[in-house]
């Protein structure tokens, strides 16, 4: 392994990472991306969908809404903001 990789290995190590959809990208270096997984009900046992919001760092304002993004925990960034982005998968309208 060269440094370059074990230093980025070393900064990701046990973080996790999500992938979701933009749904706003109106505020300056933040994104909010919403993440579906699909979970079991406990009772009844039928797939459902349940959504969540992150708020994410996208340091060159590079994304837009509906874009797909993966994003990656860190540190806390602001009050709201404990999530950045990693990458851009998809984008919007392609």
Request: charged share 35%; glycine share 6%.
């Amino acid at each position: 392994m060269t440094e370059a990789s074990q230093a980025a290995g070393a900064e990701t190590r046990g973080r996790q990472r999500r992938v979701g959809r933009v749904v706003s990208a109106k505020m300056n270096k933040t994104i909010v991306v919403k993440v579906t997984r699909s979970v079991q009900h406990p009772v009844y046992k039928r797939v459902i969908r349940r959504a969540k919001k992150f708020y994410a760092h996208d340091e060159q304002n590079q994304c837009q809404e509906g874009d797909w993004v993966r994003i990656e925990e860190t540190r806390p960034l602001s009050k709201l903001k404990r999530w950045r982005l990693v990458e851009v998968l998809q984008r919007a309208g392609q």
